[in-house]
T-cell receptor
Framework: QKEVEQNSGPLSVPEGAIASLNCTYS??????FFWYRQYSGKSPELIMSIYSNGDKEDGRFTAQLNKASQYVSLLIRDSQPSDSATYLCAVNTNTDKLIFGTGTRLQVFP | DAGVIQSPRHEVTEMGQEVTLRCKPI?????LFWYRQTMMRGLELLIY????????DSGMPEDRFSAKMPNASFSTLKIQPSEPRDSAVYFC??????????FGPGTRLTVT
């Protein structure tokens, strides 16, 4: 079992819809969770961090964390074509290293 | 504020040559990370430093790879000798503590 798992996609959503990206992790003692956005040919860009159970909202982005079920998700409201990218989930394990998932490719079509 | 700076942005070299990648972390950050990204393996942590000290190098693929951080504002990743399978994008990232990491633009390495 991989430490951090994501569906590779592509996830295709129409412009204006909600995109829902999911991530599961295996290490129960993980404390910090991050979402990065990576455009093709570019470096990962940190867009959200979450540390406690529940929802955290930042503009059109909402991160959701459920430690009991070991999953973290990212919702993008009012999706725009400019949101088309690969979204990487990262989990800080008890070894103080960020473990990245392989990413979910999101396509937002007009 | 300047972000993480990496050089060169692109490197093409022949098998057997030495390659040196450079990174300048964000000022004030005390942790620095070297990653490698390929289509096959995704984003892999190679090594990280905290306060200029290497903490975990378990991701370094083999002895051909070495990394140094002589001071808080500079780090190098060296591959000697390089091989075609080392072709990848190498990212440097920095953070304050060990949480939110900020990535540099990367170095695209091609070994022929």
């Amino acid at each position: 079992q991989k430490e951090v798992e994501q569906n590779s996609g592509p996830l295709s959503v129409p412009e204006g819809a909600i995109a829902s990206l999911n991530c599961t992790y295996s290490d129960r003692v993980s404390q910090s969770f991050f979402w990065y956005r990576q455009y093709s040919g570019k470096s990962p860009e940190l867009i959200m961090s979450i540390y406690s159970n529940g929802d955290k909202e930042d503009g059109r982005f909402t991160a959701q964390l459920n430690k009991a079920s070991q999953y973290v998700s990212l919702l993008i409201r009012d999706s725009q074509p400019s949101d088309s990218a690969t979204y990487l989930c990262a989990v800080n394990t008890n070894t103080d290293k960020l473990i990245f998932g392989t990413g979910t490719r999101l396509q937002v079509f007009p | 504020d300047a972000g993480v700076i990496q050089s060169p942005r692109h490197e093409v070299t022949e098998m057997g040559q030495e390659v040196t990648l450079r990174c300048k972390p964000i000022s004030g950050h005390n942790s620095l990370f070297w990653y490698r990204q390929t289509m096959m393996r995704g984003l892999e942590l190679l090594i990280y430093f905290n306060n200029n000290v290497p903490i975990d190098d378990s991701g370094m693929p083999e002895d051909r790879f070495s990394a140094k951080m002589p001071n808080a504002s500079f780090s190098t990743l060296k591959i000697q000798p390089s091989e075609p399978r080392d072709s990848a994008v190498y990212f440097c990232a920095s953070s304050l503590g060990l949480d939110e990491q900020y990535f540099g633009p990367g170095t695209r390495l091609t070994v022929t």
